[in-house]
């Protein structure tokens, strides 16, 4: 996933989150195959149990079934059709959530050589905030940081200076 460049800036900021709301006493159920992230977590004491790359979409059983403290996922809805049917599913009160914000300078992000890399939603903060509490999800604290590359160009000087990433600490309402 990662051959070329690690995401260290995003997981630097995904981690402190997570420590600022979620002890390191609690279990957690994250949301996606078992990923660097997930070795990160495990790192700073958390016990973690990743989905098994089931379709989310069509498949919540694990969700359903899991008695963690704590749902985690980290830029996984953007990948789904139906967010909130997994949001509707989690039995845990407690969720720690990020996803990539909409760029109104880039299109959608689609790997043309893996299917489930794909962006079906690029959300506004706003938009992933109604999900939320759609869902039946009431937002604590949240967060916004930019993603900044060394490439040269327009595009890239932006990511200096608009947000990139969307973190929300949530519970159950």
């Known amino acids: 996933?990662?051959?070329?460049?690690?995401?260290?800036?995003?997981?630097?900021?995904?981690?402190?989150?997570?420590?600022?709301?979620?002890?390191?006493?609690?279990s957690i159920l994250d949301l996606g195959?078992?990923?660097?992230?997930?070795?990160?977590m495990l790192d700073h004491g958390y016990t973690v149990e990743n989905t098994k790359g089931e379709d989310l979409d069509l498949d919540t059983s694990t969700i359903e079934n899991?008695?963690?403290?704590?749902?985690?996922?980290?830029?996984?809805?953007?990948?789904?059709?139906?967010?909130?049917?997994?949001l509707k599913s989690i039995k845990s009160n407690k969720l720690v959530a990020?996803?990539?914000?909409?760029?109104?300078?880039?299109?959608?992000?689609r790997s043309k050589t893996d299917m489930l890399d794909r962006h079906y939603h690029e959300f506004e903060d706003w938009q992933f905030d109604w999900l939320l509490e759609k869902a039946g999800w009431?937002?604590?604290?949240?967060?916004?940081w930019t993603n900044p590359t060394k490439k040269i160009g327009i595009r890239p000087i932006l990511r200096w200076f608009t947000p990139?990433?969307?973190?929300?600490y949530?519970?159950?309402a």
């Open 170 to 172: 949530a519970e159950k």
């Open 138 to 144: 009431r937002i604590i604290d949240r967060q916004k």
């Open 1 to 26: 996933m990662y051959e070329k460049t690690f995401p260290n800036k995003r997981y630097k900021h995904t981690i402190e989150f997570l420590e600022k709301h979620v002890t390191n006493s609690s």
């Open 66 to 86: 899991s008695n963690a403290d704590v749902v985690t996922a980290f830029e996984i809805f953007e990948h789904l059709l139906s967010p909130f049917t997994v």
């Open 98 to 109: 990020s996803v990539p914000l909409k760029l109104w300078f880039s299109s959608a992000y």
């Open 164 to 168: 990139r990433y969307y973190i929300v």
């Open 33 to 40: 195959v078992t990923n660097p992230f997930s070795k990160i």
